[in-house]
């Protein structure tokens, strides 16, 4: 049994800055790749940024430059800090994982965190 706990969001003013932070638990043999995604009212979850067992990253356009993907694989949590924060990205964010749970499995399943709401308003 895998659980990915966010925690992090919140209410900022425009221009300002949050940290999200994910952490994996449970049986879990390895993790791939690591990331964060949003979905806002009305519209379909979307990438903000993914991390490769690696540390390898990669952006949605819309927030290049002002956020920031990062990974500590000792503790199996990834982070996400956002700078000048937009009304535009208030959204629920969800951690995603792609773990092996055990040796056994070869292939990676796929896990969601339960969202944490991030509002970007004056």
């Known amino acids: 049994q895998v659980q990915l706990v966010e925690s992090g969001g919140g209410l900022v003013q425009p221009g300002g800055s949050l940290r999200l932070s994910c952490a994996a638990s449970?049986?879990?043999?390895?993790?791939?790749?690591m990331g964060w995604y949003r979905q806002a009212p009305g519209k379909q979850r979307e990438l903000v940024a993914v991390?490769?067992?690696?540390?390898?990253?990669n952006y949605a356009d819309s927030v290049k430059g002002r956020f920031t993907i990062s990974r500590n694989n000792a503790k199996n949590t990834v982070y996400l800090q956002m700078n000048s924060l937009k009304p535009e990205d208030t959204a629920v964010y969800y951690c995603n994982a792609r773990i092996r749970p055990n040796q056994a499995m070869a292939r990676s399943l796929s896990y969601w965190g339960q969202g944490t709401q991030v509002t970007v308003s004056s």
């Open positions: 991390t490769t067992s690696g540390g390898r990253p």
């Open positions: 449970g049986s879990i043999f390895s993790i791939n790749d």
